[in-house]
Structure formats: C-alpha cells, structure tokens
C-alpha cells in the first residue's frame, strides 16, 4: 500500500498546488481581479465579479484541500466543475491543444482531479488521520458527478456569451 500512498502524494502535490497559483493569479496576477472580471465578462459569465471571486476562491479553496488531502472527494469534484467551466466558456471550439486555446489542459487536469479522488488521499494526508479514507468508484463518480452537475447548473443560469451575427444575415 506504500506505492498508491506516495502515488496520491505525488498526484495531490502537483494538482493541488497548481490549482492554488491560478486562483491566486485571477486574485494577485498582472490584472488582478479587475481584469479576472473582465476577462469573464467577455466570456459571458454574468455577473462577471461574482464569478471572478467564485472561481478564483474555488481554485485555491480546492488546490488547499486537494493539496493537504482533506475531504475527498470533494476538491476533486470543485477541480472537475472548474475545469468543465473553463472548458464550455473558454476553450470550446479552439481543437484539442492548449497552446492554440483548446481544451488539452482542462481535461488532464479534471481527468487527473477524479483519479485522484478513485484512489484516494491515501495516508500522508489529512483524511489519512481518519479511521476510514473515501476511495473508489463511488468517490470518482461523485467527483465527476458532482463537478459536472453543478457545472451544468452555474452554465444554465449565468453563461450568457454575445451571440455572433450570423453570416448570412450580415452578407447583402
């Protein structure tokens, strides 16, 4: 049980902190917050603050826990609502690599976010200190359940991108 428990240590100390700094970064980067907002407001995210500081407190909130291995699997279903976000709003259409804006990044890191959550914390981790960890099937498909569920809902009630002209309608 050694290799999975340094395996959960490896994956939980690359994906939590990772996700921690792009939270910051919407926070304390180049444009701070102002430009997180307005950055979701070209996107379409309504209301574009409210969404900035979700997103961003999601991002460390989640990075925190899936970092110190607390309350699996729930950061791991917050990496997975983000990343689906991220994906519908921002890297739709753009093919599969992310250096031309595709969704290559948001799939890994989701992916990565519910095998960790199938494989648990494992004992160098906080939910290590309790007498039962959450490891498995169930705790994977609540991470992809749960994350792309809410994701779904957050879409439904407040992505409202400009919609294009169409061509056809443009071109006399």
């Known amino acids: 049980m050694k290799g999975h428990d340094a395996a959960a240590l490896v994956l939980r100390a690359t994906l939590g902190p990772m996700l921690f700094a792009h939270g910051w970064n919407k926070v304390a980067g180049p444009g701070g917050l102002k430009g997180t907002t307005g950055?979701?407001?070209?996107?379409?995210?309504?209301?574009?603050?409210?969404?900035?500081?979700?997103?961003?407190?999601?991002?460390?909130?989640?990075?925190?826990g899936i970092a110190l291995g607390a309350a699996n699997p729930l950061p791991a279903a917050a990496a997975v609502g983000l990343m689906t976000v991220a994906a519908r709003t921002d890297h739709r259409g753009k093919g599969f690599f992310v250096f031309k804006g595709g969704w290559e990044y948001v799939g890994v890191v989701g992916g990565a976010a519910v095998a960790l959550a199938a494989l648990g914390n494992g004992r160098y981790s906080l939910d290590g200190l309790l007498p039962r960890q959450r490891a498995g099937t169930g705790p994977a498909l609540l991470a992809a359940g749960l994350g792309t569920v809410s994701a779904t809902a957050l879409l439904?009630?407040?992505?409202?991108?400009?919609?294009?002209?169409d061509k056809t309608e443009t071109d006399h």
């Open 39 to 64: 950055w979701f407001e070209a996107l379409g995210l309504k209301p574009a603050e409210v969404h900035a500081r979700m997103a961003a407190g999601t991002e460390m909130a989640a990075g925190v």
């Open 156 to 165: 439904a009630l407040c992505y409202r991108p400009e919609q294009k002209p």
